[in-house]
């Protein structure tokens, strides 16, 4: 079968965020002390912020590892399996961290983006919850359909 660009498109632009997040995650310490010097919110808040950006940082690199994972089957061509759903619940399980974890920044400083990462976080947690549902029964009625011949 052929590869669909889009498809491929796609796993190449994951592989590169995964890669890119991890970069960052080693680089946080560093770009938080630039960053300290133009805004005294960073400077006075160095090691609370720290701690949260490398938490939601690490679970970020998670969903999109899983994200990886879930893209072998779709280029193998065999998505419906049941390491998917795993990985559905568990970038489910990330998302709803990463939205607690960033909820709690709200008591240092609320920002609009603030808000906005702790929404987009939490609709996405319960999309790959809802997602991880429909893609389990799917894999119910694959393995019923291949035992029926």
Same mark, same amino acid.
């Given at each position: 079968?052929?590869?669909?660009?889009?498809?491929? +498109?796609?796993?190449?632009?994951?592989?590169?965020?995964?890669?890119? /997040?991890?970069?960052?995650?080693? *680089?946080?310490?560093?770009?938080?002390?630039?960053?300290?010097?133009?805004?005294?919110?960073?400077?006075?808040n160095y090691w609370p912020l720290l701690l949260m950006f490398y938490v939601t940082g690490v +679970?970020?690199?998670?969903?999109?590892?899983?994200?990886?994972?879930?893209?072998?089957?779709?280029?193998?061509?065999? /998505?419906?399996?049941?390491?998917?759903?795993?990985?559905?619940?568990?970038?489910?399980?990330?998302?709803?961290?990463?939205?607690?974890?960033? *909820? /709690?920044?709200?008591?240092?400083?609320?920002?609009?983006?603030?808000?906005?990462?702790?929404?987009?976080?939490?609709?996405?947690?319960?999309?790959?919850?809802?997602? *991880?549902?429909? +893609?389990?029964? *799917?894999?119910?009625?694959?393995?019923?359909?291949?035992?029926?011949?």
């Amino acid at each position: 079968m052929r590869k669909d660009r889009l498809t491929v +498109f796609t796993k190449i632009f994951v592989d590169v965020m995964f890669w890119g /997040c991890v970069a960052a995650l080693l *680089a946080l310490p560093v770009i938080m002390k630039i960053y300290g010097r133009y805004n005294s919110y960073f400077a006075d808040n160095y090691w609370p912020l720290l701690l949260m950006f490398y938490v939601t940082g690490v +679970f970020a690199a998670l969903i999109i590892y899983e994200l990886r994972r879930m893209f072998r089957t779709v280029l193998q061509d065999d /998505c419906f399996v049941e390491a998917n759903v795993v990985s559905l619940k568990r970038m489910g399980t990330y998302s709803f961290i990463i939205s607690a974890v960033t *909820a /709690c920044r709200l008591f240092l400083y609320l920002t609009p983006a603030v808000l906005v990462v702790v929404l987009v976080f939490l609709i996405a947690g319960l999309f790959s919850k809802v997602l *991880a549902q429909v +893609f389990d029964r *799917a894999v119910h009625y694959k393995l019923e359909n291949d035992l029926t011949i």
